[in-house]
């Protein structure tokens, strides 16, 4: 399978822990999206990698979210101290980066905090 | 500032009935592409087609088309012959180049 795949597909946690969520990219794809999605609305921008430089990251990302891309392949996506309003699915996608060519969405890590 | 508006929360329709959401997306950019993407009950979003501001033609892909109207800033998808692996989730997502904006979605459920 050469998607975007994501892991885990789901965790559940306890609140004040901390969680690490994995992406593998399309590996021709420079261009790599975090997003997030709760129950009955649309996906969230939340930050963007243009190989390994983070180039926006939206207001929705407090200081506890962190993301990397190290050398420009897969991305990790840490969320510090969980709180429960952090229950959401969270998407990563990849394209090409001309903003004509579509993004590819993994399935998702569906996050659970108690 | 930029809104996108998909005014259809539900759409139910039986089996080979043509199916025609809505999008409208307003902004001061004249020049951005907008995507529809499927969001099944699996979860995974799937893109469907794609289209720019400055083209007015419609288009059609296999069984999706396009029609747009610059006027009114509206975008609508039509899915001809609908079947029941259509019923999902239906995105409409402008692009300001890198960072996709969805709308809240219509749902869309074929009937046998």
């Known amino acids: 399978d050469t998607g975007v795949s994501q892991d885990p597909r789901h965790k559940i946690t306890k609140r004040g822990q901390n969680v690490t969520f994995r992406c593998d990219p399309i590996?021709?794809?420079?261009?790599l999206y975090w997003y997030r999605q709760t129950l009955g609305q649309g996906p969230e921008f939340l930050t963007y990698f243009q190989n390994e430089a983070q180039l926006e990251k939206s207001r929705l990302l407090s200081d506890r979210f962190s993301a990397e891309r190290p050398k420009g392949s897969f991305s990790t996506l840490e969320i510090q101290r969980t709180e429960q309003g952090d229950s959401a699915m969270y998407l990563c996608a990849s394209s090409l980066g001309i903003s004509r060519n579509e993004q590819f969405f993994g399935p998702g890590t569906r996050l659970t905090v108690l | 500032a930029q809104k996108v508006t998909q005014a259809q929360t539900e759409i139910s329709v039986v089996e080979k009935e043509d199916v025609t959401l809505d999008c409208v997306y307003e902004t001061r950019d004249t020049t951005y592409y907008l995507f529809w993407y499927k969001q099944p009950p699996s979860g995974e979003l799937v893109f469907l087609i794609r289209?720019?501001?400055?083209?007015?033609q419609n288009e059609i892909s296999g069984r999706y088309s396009w029609n747009f109207q610059k006027s009114t800033s509206s975008f609508n998808f039509t899915i001809t012959a609908s079947q029941v692996v259509d019923s999902a989730v239906y995105f409409c997502a402008p692009s300001n180049d890198y960072k996709l904006s969805f709308g809240a979605g219509t749902t869309v459920t074929v009937r046998a």
């Open positions: 590996s021709e794809h420079n261009r």
């Open positions: 289209r720019n501001s400055f083209d007015e």
